[in-house]
């Protein structure tokens, strides 16, 4: 027996009971893919019948429809895939790169894959070119030190000064990287991710895609291996109650009243739900739910899937520039891979920021769904001729992963609280940098070694 092999049995033995982890979203998964690797029981608990919380997939009409478009960003950088390499199975995902990526003007211009593209984007004019540049430059090459104190900053603050054209330029890249708008990005957020697209930094600017089809596939190969390290993912199971005793926690309550011991509870869906939620009155003082309830910044989207008899690009990605498009975002999901849609038909996914209160009216989203298809037929003549069906989703509240200038970052939800022992956090509402899905998966990197330092105690 190895040494790894030895700690994982040491770690086996000395836990009573096994960790209990809320939620199997790509956060919770993640944390339990490290903490199984390391010897240590878990226990899943998710109140859905499926893995993958805001990123689970579902077929309709023999295409896998992602709930939202999501993405892979840094690709093999990603902290989703530094934990899979980690634990050694990240051969297990196959991943589609996704790289043919445009503006829509009244024409298609390329998206700048790297700062040296600046130069070359036919859609800015040569002038704002050279301006963009002494911007993002600085940016790219800043340490992540120095991009902390630009958290409180909005990134309006620099994008105001700029043309038209240069401003959309920002939209895009703030719809691609935190489906959100500029103004609600800290400038600080939007330099860490410039930061890790710069390859003489080690970085990338290139995202993937489960090869497979359905972004939920990541969470489906970390649960596979939790369950084959002895460790369980419960399925339609919902947390009444974390049990918390003398400011230690001993259990949790199941929703049809049955208890599980434990002396660790990490919690993976946003913090400002769960000490709303799952908590008696007293665990946390009105200060800390308080500064716990800033956090609950939410954004709402329209999206669209559209099937179709025949592609219309070859292209992945397509950012309509200007004001006057209602459609912020054209993705081919075929074009990215062909196993989310039957043989002979494509899919692709049509997504608008809205206000909430348009989320929840039938008309206005029946207007916005007119709105894209004509902007589709303009861009795409063969559009209406090809279009098989349609299917709208509206999402009142998508948890934002930057939340707004001065709550990124370290001012975030941090991952263990002084309140109560054995209780942590992760997630995208928890301490973290990133785009999406990665800032869940930095989250649970960041939260393990506490987790670990707690489990070794016992």
């Known amino acids: ?20 982890i809320i939620g199997a979203g790509v956060g919770g998964l993640s944390t ?16 859905s019948e ?12 023999n ?3 992602d709930n939202g478009f999501h993405i892979m960003p840094f690709y093999k950088k990603s902290a989703i895939y530094e934990i899979l390499k980690d634990v050694k199975i990240e051969n297990r995902l196959k991943l589609a790169i996704v790289d043919k990526i445009a503006f829509y003007d009244n024409g298609f211009h390329t998206y700048p894959k790297g700062i040296g593209d600046i130069l070359k984007m036919s859609l800015i004019p040569f002038k704002s070119r050279i301006s963009l540049l002494k911007i993002l430059l600085p940016m790219a090459f800043t340490s992540m030190e120095k991009a902390e104190e630009l958290d409180s900053v909005p990134l309006t603050q620099v994008t105001s000064k700029l043309d038209f054209h240069s401003k959309q330029f920002f939209d895009a890249v703030c719809m691609l990287a935190f489906a959100d708008s500029p103004e609600h990005i800290s400038l600080g ?18 995202f993937a895609y489960p090869d497979m089809g359905g972004y939920d596939r990541i969470s489906e190969v970390m649960a596979n291996y939790v369950e084959e390290q002895d ?9 009444k109650k974390v049990i918390v005793q003398n400011k230690k926690v001993t259990g949790i309550e199941l929703s049809d009243g049955k208890t599980v011991e434990t002396d660790c509870v990490i919690i993976s869906y946003p913090a400002y739900h769960a000490i709303n939620q799952l908590f008696e009155p007293g665990v946390f003082d009105d200060d800390f739910i308080k500064k716990t309830n800033r956090l609950n910044k939410t954004t709402s ?25 209602v459609s912020k975002g054209i993705f081919f999901i075929s074009n990215i891979t062909p196993s989310v849609s039957p043989e002979g038909e494509h899919l692709i996914i049509v997504g608008t920021p809205v206000k909430p209160e348009e989320t929840e009216d039938p008309q206005r989203i029946k207007d916005i769904v007119s709105k894209m298809k004509q902007e589709l037929s303009e861009i795409y003549p063969d559009f209406d001729e090809a279009l098989l069906w349609d299917r709208p989703m509206a999402w009142k509240l998508v948890e934002a992963v930057v939340k707004e200038p001065g709550l990124v970052w370290k001012h975030k939800m941090p991952h263990s609280v002084p309140h109560v022992d054995g209780l942590f956090f992760v997630g995208d509402s928890t301490v973290s940098y990133g785009i999406g899905t990665d800032s869940a998966a930095h989250s649970a990197v960041l939260a393990h070694p506490l987790i670990k330092k707690h489990l070794s105690s016992f």
Do not use: C, W
Not at 7 to 14: D, F, L
Not at 32 to 47: C, H, R
Not at 189 to 206: C, H, M, V, Y
Not at 302 to 313: G, M, P, R
């Open 32 to 47: 339990a893919t490290l903490l199984v690797n390391d010897g240590f029981p878990v226990s899943i608990y998710e109140k």
């Open 231 to 239: 460790s369980k993912v419960n399925l339609g199971h919902s947390i």
């Open 1 to 20: 027996m190895n040494s790894k092999d030895y700690t994982k049995e040491i770690s086996k033995k000395s836990l009573k009971n096994p960790v209990v």
């Open 50 to 61: 499926h893995v993958g919380g805001r990123t689970a997939s579902m077929k309709f009409r």
């Open 301 to 325: 989207v329209v999206e669209v899937h559209f099937a179709l008899s025949k592609a219309l690009d070859d292209r992945q990605v397509v950012f309509p520039v200007g004001d006057n498009y």
């Open 189 to 206: 957020e939007f330099a860490r991710t410039i930061i890790r697209a710069n390859p003489f930094k080690g970085g990338t600017s290139e």
């Open 63 to 65: 295409h896998i429809l």
